[in-house]
């Protein structure tokens, strides 16, 4: 059966802006099967996988075009950047908006090929993983969460998040047949054999696979480079650029911390986050839910989870990543998240507790300090099943709220 993504109200409005759609995303979110149950009534669908159409183009993609009418969704694009160009061309010969739609799940040959080709003739969405909206069918018209006073609650039952957190977010483990275990197997498999051999020349990918494990390890945590070097035995250097083959995966995002000057925001440690609990669970080993909620890492795999929640709100309303934050100072006063609404920061702090005191809450204090900036309504997202005031401008809330 298939779920209705957040994301598709938000490719339609870009239809009516931009000459060309780039959906970019991790492999197995729902990319191609979005595309066909959205769009296939009024696209024709062609897959760069398919060897007939991939050899035409690699020989002449005028003729490609030729025998493809438009408006045309092109699957996975990455594999024949010599596209870039015709589409440019075709795109360029009439006023016509939302003609060509792009997928492809290798972020970095997709943005070099169209920042060589494409700028200013695009626009460019990340589809992520399915969400806890969409899932418990409460995905209406997108929106990125920013805190707010919740006075009509949603009422969800049954919800059994930790098996939720475990079983992950790909589309295809929503059908409760298929392996877990083997899915995820697979998954890395093709995405280590595929993604990344072509992003970079990796000797041994025993090695990147060890890279993978520390990171989801790490997941919720500051990035320590030489920690994590230290721990597969490679050097700083490495783990740093292999940390932007994970980004330009769409496998992880890095999360900055807010600072009021711009330039010491660049010298500070970032975070990182996977955007899948399932696959960091894979490649950690906790093979059950009841082991991951009573294991010893649960607590940062949950902020992981709402984290990912989060980020995916912003990214199917097309809205813009670098107003999530985390804040932590000189004193090592931390607080999880720092949404940015213009000069509007809110604070939001992430338990796994049902009920929180305001003692939880002490360092939203530490925002007061920043000049040019107002704190607005704060929430800690825990394992309430309602929301309630924990003081007088900050809510406890589901992490179905967010």
């Not at 979005?34 to 024709?44: I, P, Q, R």
């Not at 930790?162 to 093709?190: C, K, N, T």
């Not at 604070?347 to 007061?368: H, Q, R, Y």
């Amino acid at each position: 059966m298939y779920i209705r993504r957040e994301i598709e109200s938000t490719i339609d409005t870009m239809l009516t802006q931009g000459k060309v759609i780039l959906v970019t995303g991790a492999r197995q979110v729902g990319k191609t099967t979005m595309l066909k149950e959205h769009l296939g009534d009024s696209f024709s669908y062609v897959s760069m996988e398919n060897p007939r159409d991939y050899l035409l183009v690699k020989q002449d993609a005028v003729l490609f075009f030729n025998s493809h009418e438009l408006p045309l969704i092109i699957d996975e694009v990455q594999r024949v950047p010599e596209l870039f160009s015709p589409v440019k061309w075709i795109v360029d010969q009439s006023d016509q908006k939302g003609c060509i739609v792009l997928t492809g799940s290798q972020t970095y040959h997709l943005m070099k090929g169209v920042s060589e080709s494409l700028a200013g003739r695009i626009r460019i969405i990340e589809m992520p993983p399915l969400s806890l909206r969409e899932l418990i069918d409460a995905a209406n018209s997108p929106h990125p969460y920013v805190p707010t006073r919740i006075t009509e609650p949603k009422h969800v039952k049954d919800l059994d998040i930790w098996s939720l957190i475990h079983r992950g977010s790909m589309p295809e483990l929503q059908d409760d047949s298929m392996d877990w275990d083997s899915f995820y197997s697979d998954y890395v498999s093709a995405y280590l054999e595929r993604d990344v051999r072509d992003l970079i020349n990796v000797q041994d990918e025993t090695k990147f696979y060890s890279f993978m494990v520390a990171c989801a390890a790490r997941s919720a945590h500051l990035f320590n480079a030489t920690d994590i070097g230290n721990a597969i035995d490679v050097d700083h250097k490495t783990a740093k650029a292999w940390l932007s083959v994970l980004q330009a995966s769409n496998i992880v995002r890095v999360i900055q911390p807010f600072w009021p000057n711009v330039d010491k925001r660049l010298s500070k440690t970032p975070k990182v986050f996977f955007m899948d609990t399932g696959l960091v669970c894979h490649l950690t080993r906790w093979t059950t839910p009841d082991q991951l909620r009573n294991g010893a890492v649960a607590g940062h795999v949950f902020e992981t989870f709402v984290v990912s929640e989060v980020l995916k709100s912003y990214m199917n309303a097309g809205a813009n990543l670098r107003d999530v934050w985390f804040y932590r100072d000189a004193k090592k006063r931390e607080i999880d998240l720092v949404i940015q609404e213009g000069h509007v920061l809110h604070p939001v702090e992430i338990k796994m507790a049902a009920t929180v005191g305001s003692d939880v809450v002490k360092n939203f204090g530490c925002l007061d300090s920043l000049s040019d900036y107002e704190v607005g309504f704060g929430h800690v997202v825990c394992q309430t099943d309602e929301p309630y005031l924990v003081t007088h401008n900050v809510q406890a809330v589901p992490v179905w709220e967010v």
